[in-house]
């Protein structure tokens, strides 16, 4: 077993530096652009050639009317960030090169940004409103939401305690720690210093992105992270009928994890994946054994990241999932293709008539 105490005080340093969460890498190349919530886009999903994960949509879906006027399915797509996220960073998207894929394939999509370092509370709170905004310019009746890391949780609470399962169709969470990060539990316990040390990085993070204002709550964002705090939430925060949950799980540093992942309904891909240096040591304190390792991706583990209709495992670390830092290939080790997997997957949301 790995001591957690000692690899604590020799991991939060790193942490704090910005190591368990995505950094970036401005490589000068980034997607088409996106539609935030302040443009408008329209278009239907097209069926795709050779699809890695999922079913081609036979037929591509017409938008139809429902009882109050607005548009139905193909409902547009809506990218949620997670902790350190942001809209784009120049031109790197945080979902890198995705918005532009979903567009070229005919997918209405937008991309929203909230506070980088905050609780699901006020982050959802700031989402919801980038919701109503995306339905109003939209004429659409609900919306596919995507959500990566924390972002699945400002949805779930946009959803169940702010009353938006009547607008949204379908939350997918990739990669959401449902039920905490031991991560989370590590720096919130490193005190008042460290928290300090990591409202400094959140603000200087916010600098760069001013995505919206600038006023980081790292213990918030902690506290709503945590494993204690995710209890809560989840008592509080019960899913509602009417939407659609689904999820994936990461897996790194030559994981195949097959008791974990072989639950998935879409099986356990053989390709095994190469952790970015900067969450090895976060990946190590997450799986607690150096013989029998809880699989995880360096920031979440497979059990922490399963909800709803468990749909499988990635072969990709935390950082791999949005194809951060800047991947323009797909990885030359696992052959994970981050901008493939989200175009078949929203053909698959299509296929289900979403």
Same mark, same amino acid.
């Given at each position: ?23 970036? +890498?401005?490589? @000068?190349?980034? @997607? ?14 097209? /069926? ?64 929203? =940004? +909230?506070?980088?370092?905050?609780? /699901?509370? *006020?982050?959802?709170? =700031?989402?919801? !409103?980038?919701?109503?905004? %995306? ?11 995507? !959500?990566? /890391?924390?972002?699945? %949780? ?94 994936? *799980? ?11 992942? @072989? ?23 997450? !799986?607690? /054994? ?11 583990? +497979? ?8 749909? @499988? ?5 935390? *950082? ?5 830092? *800047? ?11 981050? +901008? ?15």
């Amino acid at each position: 077993m790995v001591a957690r105490p000692l690899l604590a005080r020799l991991l939060l340093p790193c942490l704090l530096s910005g190591c368990g969460e995505e950094r970036l +890498v401005d490589s @000068g190349g980034g @997607g088409g652009p996106a539609h935030t919530a302040d443009d408008a886009g329209t278009g239907t999903a097209r /069926s795709l050639d050779d699809p890695q994960m999922v079913p081609l949509v036979p037929e591509p879906v017409q938008p139809v009317r429902v009882h109050d006027g607005r548009r139905g399915p193909p409902y547009p797509v809506v990218l949620a960030h997670g902790l350190n996220g942001f809209r784009d960073v120049g031109p790197v998207d945080y979902y890198f090169r995705v918005p532009g894929a979903l567009q070229d394939a005919g997918v209405e999509v937008y991309v929203t =940004a +909230v506070a980088p370092y905050d609780g /699901s509370t *006020a982050r959802a709170r =700031a989402l919801a !409103a980038e919701i109503d905004r %995306i339905l109003a310019q939209s004429g659409a009746a609900r919306v596919n939401i995507i !959500a990566h /890391s924390q972002g699945g %949780i400002d949805s779930r609470y946009l959803i169940s305690t702010l009353g938006y399962g009547d607008r949204v169709a379908s939350l997918t969470t990739i990669s959401t720690p449902h039920r905490g990060t031991h991560v989370a539990d590590l720096i919130a316990g490193g005190g008042v210093v460290a928290v300090a040390i990591a409202d400094a990085w959140a603000w200087l993070f916010g600098e760069l992105s001013r995505d919206t204002v600038n006023d980081p709550n790292s213990r918030a964002a902690l506290e709503t992270l945590s494993t204690a705090g995710m209890e809560a939430f989840n008592r509080a925060n019960p899913d509602d009928p009417r939407v659609r949950y689904f999820s994936f *799980a990461g897996r790194s540093n030559l994981q195949k994890a097959d008791a974990e992942c @072989g639950a998935g309904e879409r099986g356990n891909p053989d390709a095994v994946d190469t952790i970015e240096p900067a969450l090895l040591p976060t990946w190590a304190y997450l !799986a607690d /054994s150096l013989t029998d390792p809880v699989p995880n991706d360096g920031l979440v583990t +497979v059990p922490s990241a399963r909800w709803g209709r468990f749909m @499988g495992c990635l072969p990709a670390d935390h *950082a791999d999932e949005i194809g951060q830092l *800047a991947d323009l290939f797909p990885d030359l080790v696992s052959g994970w293709d981050h +901008v493939g997997f989200y175009v078949e997957w929203v053909a698959y949301l299509r296929g289900l008539g979403l």
